[in-house]
Structure formats: structure tokens, C-alpha cells
């Protein structure tokens, strides 16, 4: 079933590019005792500007509050969801129904030169090539199959911002979920951006979601305007961004049957946006904040 996988993040790379995540999430995180409590996470609350790494920051809103790097690794093995290493930065309102969380692929400059041309149907087409040759690992392993409806929103390229974003719709064993994607440009990589919300609720957070993004910022030199001739230049372009990397590349080209195994087990993750994941993920981040809260409480009623 798709609500009883224990907690993963896989993480499958070629050479130094990570091609993709899977998330999926135990209906019993609730059960598990996480490592640290989150009163121990250095919260910094908005209003207020945040570093993400080096080379980049966001604008933290009123009643929002912000963990860095290490504080934002320590919030994934406290949701039971071990951390990539990329992480840069994690953002959530202070009711914590939903949040973001930041990391950076350093895979150099990715030109736009497809800006005007993004073909959706033949992205699609790809992207559900790669899904059926996953699915049928996952059905090896036990796992539910995963089924592309179509595009939730069709691949947009922002020009003035240098943002990549698109969702697509998903189903799983009759039920519906949407996978929400953003990718910030810069000169020197690549700012992932993932939403983690229920999915019912994420046509209504978007607004929010995007007024959020529009507050992050390269730093002056890392900027994507700012690329100089000998920068890093990335192996694909933005095409390759939304199927993934080097998983498009094999797709396009029809080398996956050719690569066998490896591209199975990289497209395994492509859709794996399950319901459970973003109902198990904020109840158990909600749950973490509500002891928090409880316990900051208690401390101040010991105060007084």
C-alpha cells in the first residue's frame, strides 16, 4: 500500500550529479522518537534576511521562521528522512502546515537556450517512458506503481527571474497526488526548491509558496546574469532539469533499455510524490513544533 513504506530518502547519483530523491514515508512516523528534540533547532524568525550557503539568501516573513544547513539536516532525521548533504536552508510558516526546503547542485551553468521551445508533450512522453521502465522495479520490490495523469502546469521558463517550474499529476493506487517543482538558475548551479504539503491543500499555499520564492535572491557575483566565459557550464539544459538530469538524456536518446538496471533504478524516483509522504512529513513536523511549544510553555510558566 502506498501509505506503509518505511521512511526513505534515496538519493542515486551519476558521477557528481544527483539525479533524483525518493521519498517515501511510514503512516507510523508518529511512533518513532526523533534524535533531538526541535527546541534545540536555532530558529531565525522573520522578519529577516537568510543566508542559503555562499551564495544566496532569502527574505524570511513575518510569522515565518528559518533553519540553516545543519539545523535543517537535523529537521530530516527528526522527520525520519535522512539528508541529502546539499541541504542549504529550511522555511516554514510558524503554524508549520507546510514548508520548503532548499539545496544546492553545484552542476555549473545551465544555458536557457531552450527557453522558447520547452515541447511538453514529447517532456511527457519522456517522463512517462522513464516512469513505466521504474515501475516495473518497483512492482521487483513490492511497491506500489506509480501512473502520470499529465501536466498539473506545463513547464514554464521565468526569463526576467530565471526560474523552472512545473507539476504533474500523479495517481497511486486510485489516488491523486501533484508533484511541485522549482529550479532557481545561478552562475554556478542550480537552487532546488521542493514544497512539502498535503496535496489537497496545495493549489491554495502557491500564492504563498511563490511570494515566499520571490524573496530569494543569488548574491551579487553568483548571479545567473553574471556567468563569464570559462564558468562551469552544466552537461544538459532545461529540458534535462525537468525529466532529470541524465535521466533525460538516456531517455531522449533510447538508452535505457541500452543502460538497463542503473536508469531503472534512477527513474524509480520520478514520481514518488505519494499522499502519505506530505501528510506523514507536516504531521510529524507539526508534532515536533507542538512539543517545542509545549515545552517552551512550561518553561516560562516555571519562570513566572
Known amino acids: 500500500m502506498c501509505g506503509c513504506f518505511r521512511s526513505i530518502i534515496t538519493r542515486c547519483k551519476s558521477s557528481s550529479l544527483t539525479l533524483c530523491g525518493i521519498l517515501l514515508v511510514s503512516s507510523c512516523l508518529a511512533d518513532a522518537q526523533e534524535s533531538a528534540p526541535l527546541s534545540e533547532i536555532r530558529w531565525q524568525k522573520g522578519p529577516s534576511i537568510a543566508d542559503l550557503g555562499a551564495n544566496a539568501q532569502i527574505s524570511v516573513p513575518t510569522g515565518f521562521v528559518f533553519a540553516g544547513p545543519e539545523d535543517t539536516r537535523k529537521i530530516m532525521v527528526m522527520s525520519h528522512n535522512p539528508p541529502s548533504g546539499k541541504e542549504l536552508g529550511f522555511v516554514a510558516p510558524e503554524d508549520s502546515a507546510w514548508f520548503v526546503v532548499f539545496e544546492f547542485d553545484s552542476l555549473g551553468y545551465v544555458r536557457d537556450d531552450e527557453k522558447g521551445s520547452l515541447d511538453s508533450d514529447a517532456l511527457l512522453s519522456a517522463i512517462r517512458k522513464a516512469n513505466d521502465a521504474g515501475n516495473k522495479e518497483r512492482e521487483k520490490r513490492g511497491w506500489a506503481k506509480m501512473n502520470i495523469v499529465g501536466w498539473e502546469q506545463s513547464p514554464h521558463y521565468n526569463t526576467t527571474t530565471n526560474n523552472l517550474e512545473w507539476a504533474i499529476r500523479g495517481e497511486c493506487e486510485g489516488t491523486l497526488v501533484v508533484n511541485n517543482n522549482t529550479r532557481l538558475l545561478g552562475r554556478g548551479g542550480v537552487m532546488h526548491v521542493t514544497l512539502v504539503s498535503d496535496p489537497e491543500s496545495l493549489q491554495l499555499l502557491l500564492p504563498r ?65 505519494l499522499v502519505s509522504v506530505f501528510r506523514a512529513i507536516t504531521s510529524r513536523v507539526k508534532q515536533l513544533f507542538s512539543t517545542a511549544q509545549k515545552s517552551k510553555n512550561t518553561d516560562d510558566s516555571q519562570e513566572r
Open 209 to 273: 509558496y511563490r511570494t515566499l520564492i520571490g524573496g530569494f535572491a543569488f548574491k551579487q557575483g553568483s548571479r545567473y546574469a553574471e556567468f563569464r566565459a570559462g564558468d562551469k557550464v552544466a552537461e544538459y539544459g532545461l529540458s534535462a532539469l525537468v525529466v532529470g538530469g541524465a535521466t533525460a538524456v538516456a531517455a531522449k536518446t533510447g538508452l535505457i533499455k541500452a543502460l538497463g538496471k542503473g536508469v531503472y533504478a534512477l527513474v524509480l524516483a520520478a514520481f514518488a510524490a
